[in-house]
């Protein structure tokens, strides 16, 4: 197996936040040429073209798994500017500064309460975070809290793991309750057609009500 594969599989595997987190903090320096150049990730892209449909480019943005700044990239081309980059990785967030693209940068875990104020943002964004072994579905909760009424919350999910790590229960029964309310979803697409053609993501977006 290729180094890139083995490190895709060796962040899938970790046990916990704290392994993933170191994880990533190994892996930063080498995860845009191992993702976006070997395995053609394409998410970033894929949720910016949703992303633009519904958000004001004056919108006070929450890239939430912000990871080296890909999806912030996409954004600021897109001609967003007031960007808010937070991450489990600070080894992440450090190549992520290297972009210019964000005003500011946070260290903190999605899954658990958040550091934000409630209304905090106009629209948040989250790329490759709800996978296998990453964020879970209770994640939605804060995020909706810091989202103002109103306001997009935009994500790529893994199709099998929206079914196995209670995403369909979570993003249900959060519409069910009036929490949110769908606003688009797109067809299944091979995020890293390269690298592992198995693997199928859709992009979510929901109105925070
Ligand atoms: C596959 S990368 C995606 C990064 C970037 N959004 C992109 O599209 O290239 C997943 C990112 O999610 C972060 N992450 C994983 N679990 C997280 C959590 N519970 N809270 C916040 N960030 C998390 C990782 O540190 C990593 O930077």
Known sequence: MQ????RVQWVYESTDDKELEDRYDQWAADYDNDLAAEFAWNAPQNATAVFVKHVDKAAHVLDAGA??????????????????????????????????????????????????ATDEFDAVISVGVFTQGHAPANSFDELVRITKPGGLIVFSLRTDVYESAGFNEQQSGMEASGAWQLAEMT????????????????????RVN
Request: net charge negative.
């Open 3 to 6: 180094e890139s594969h083995k």
């Open 67 to 116: 990871g080296t700044g890909l999806v912030g990239e996409c954004l600021a081309e897109a001609g967003y500017k007031d960007l808010v980059a937070m991450d489990l990785s600070q080894g992440m967030l450090d190549e992520a500064k290297s972009k210019n693209v964000y005003n500011d940068f946070h260290q903190m875990a999605l899954g658990g309460s958040l550091d934000f």
């Open 187 to 206: 067809d299944e697409f091979q995020p890293m057609a390269k690298g592992e053609p198995e693997v199928w993501h859709r992009i979510w977006a929901y």
